[in-house]
């Protein structure tokens, strides 16, 4: 209930780290550069703007980060929350859009420099103690402090199957009232992938896949729906079965050791998130793996 309120004070917090050992201001070069445009993300900026630091966000997709993945009807959850430059928010039962218009507001307010569809593809740090920002888009930038405020997730995790990289193919569920009269294979078999079976299969003809013989990880509430879901028939659970390939009309399974091809229009696919390992240690992070580590706290 409280992770939107969580992240919005960490992102306060990390800026407010910044402003306590400020580096002097040069020419060319942003006081700090905030990667991730969610809420922590969006504090962090307005934190920087309320103590006037140059600052510049860049978000590799939409405004809004996990909470604009979420379908349009999903209730966010969140508790009381003190928005720099904004004040007091009371949120307990709202939707995305009423979130995300939130947003929109305050950063139009504040006059926030945030660039969205740019991913950050190397954080470089240089011999002045600056650090270089590449993205994709070729635009670089040297600032003294970075923020990443990019989450858990990572990149959605990919398949590596053949033409998953059709327009077909989507990683996350935007609009599904939009959806309608499709054949549809749906991935996966965590929360993500059912609550997506579930918010299209009034309208389509949906087949949810997931790998292993049961559902393990998913909220009490999901399972029940997704259990009347499979009752009354309004959608086809395959366990144990994998997506093989894909092609414009059709799409080719294994279930349960059987090969078969289905007519399919749309593949949605939650397989989790890759995590940015490779770019934090390639940034000078380093990180470190401990397994059955028993951390003793002593008096």
Known sequence: MGLIKNSVEQGQQAVNSIVKSKKASKENVLDVVVIGAAPAGISAALEAKKNGLSCVTLEQDSLGGTVYTFPRAKIVMTSLMDLPLHGKVKLHDTSKDELLQLW?????????????????????????HTFKIETNSGKEYVTNNVVLAIGRRGSPRKLNIPDENSLKVAYRLLEPERIASKKIIVVGGGDSAVESALLLKDDNEVILSYRSEKFARIKPKNKEKINEAIADKTINVMLNSNLVSISEKTVLMNDNGESQQLENDLVYIFAGGELPTTFLQKAGIEITKKFGHIVKKHN
């Open 104 to 128: 929109k507001d305050v950063i139009a307010k504040n006059k926030l420099q945030i660039i969205e569809n740019t991913k950050v593809e190397n954080i470089i740090p240089l011999p002045d």
